[in-house]
C-alpha cells in the first residue's frame, strides 16, 4: 500500500523518521540517575565479547548494503580499536581472500538472500570466523546461517531501490560500534553524545525531507545531463558512493561517486564548465580539506553543488554559480544518515522527470539470488 505516495521509494524515503525510530527501539538504554547511557543488542549479548577481542572485524556486503557498512567503519574503528576491512562479497569469494579463526566477519543484507553474500558466508564460516549477520528479513538465509546477528527492523523495502534499509543499517552499525566499545571509560562521553544524537535522529530526517521541493528544482536543472560526480570524503565517502548509485540506478544517468581525497589522482581531468558535480562538505574533521577541494574545483570552472551543514553556506560557496544544499548538522558519525537523504529525493525527482519506472529499474531485481 502506497498510501498518500506515488511509488514505494518515494513513501520508503518519506518514511525514514518512523523506520529509524523503529530500528532503535529497545535498544537506547537512557541510564537513571548514576546509569550510563548504553545501548543493548539482544542479539550480540553471547558474543560481544568475541567481537571486542577479534583481531579483525571484516564488513562484507554487495550494493547499498556494502555502503551502509563504508559509513559506519569509522566510528566502529574509533570505538572499538579493532581493525575493520571492507570485502564485497562477490571480490572477497572471487579471490578467496584470507579470513581466520580470529576474525569477526559481518555480514549486511538487507534482504538476507543475496546469492553473493551468502556465498562468501559459506566461505567464511569454512574458515572459521565468528559470523554476524545484519539484515531486514527475519529467518532469512543470513539471519539463519550466521552466529548471531542484529535485524535492521526498517519493515519491509518494496522499492528496488533501498532507501529506508540503508539509514536503518547504518543506524544499527553505529549501535554495533557503541556496543563493542561499551567498556572504554576514555569514550563515555563521545559514546553518550552519539547516543543523544540517536534519540533525535528521527527528527534531523524529518527535517532534511523538507528539501524535498528543493530536490525536485534541483531535478529539473539536471534533467538532461549525461553525467553526475558526487565527492565526498570520511564518513561522507560512503555517501558520495551511495548517492551515485542511487542516481544510476533508478534516474539511468551515469554517476560517479569519487573520494574527494583521490580528486588530483585522475577525475580531475573530467571537471569543466559543464559537468555537474555534488560535493558533500558538512561539518566534520574533513571539512577544511572539503573546503579547499571546492575552490579548486571552482578555479577549474566546476559546476558545484555543495551539500554543507546549516549556516555554512557562504563559507563554502565559491561564487554566485555554486548551489547549495543546507542540511542539519548532527554527530559526525551520523551525518551520512542525514546526507543521503536529499540524494535520494534528487534520484527519485530525476526518475519521475526522465520517465523511467522508479520502483522497478530497468535490468534490476530487488532481491538478487543469482551470481
Ligand atoms: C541498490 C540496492 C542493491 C542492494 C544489493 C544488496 O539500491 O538495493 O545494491 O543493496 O543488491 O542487496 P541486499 O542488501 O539485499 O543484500
Redesign the pocket.
Known sequence: NKGKYEHYMQKEIHEQPESLRTTMRGRLIRGGSCKAKTVLLGGLKDHIKTIRRSRRIVFI???????AALAARPIIEELSGVPVTMEIASDLVDRQGPIYREDTAVF???????AD?LLALEYALENGALCVGI??TVGSA?ARNTHCGIHINAGCEIG????K??TSQIVVMAMLALAIGDDAISSQARREAIIDCLFDLPNKVREVLKLDQEMKDLAKLLIAEQSLLVFGRGYNFATALEGA??VK?VSLMHSEGILAGEMKHGPLALVDENLPIIVIATHDACFSKQQSVIQQLHARKGRLIVMCSKGDAASVCPGESCRVIEVPQVEDCLQPVVNIIPLQLLAYHLTVQRGHNVDQPRN?A???TTQ
Open positions: 556486503g554487495c550494493g547499498t548494503s556494502y555502503n549486511v543484507s538487507q534482504s538476507g538472500e543475496t553474500t539484515t531486514n543470513i528496488v531501490a533501498s532507501t534499509a540503508y548509485l542511487k540506478e534490476l530487488k532481491s538478487v
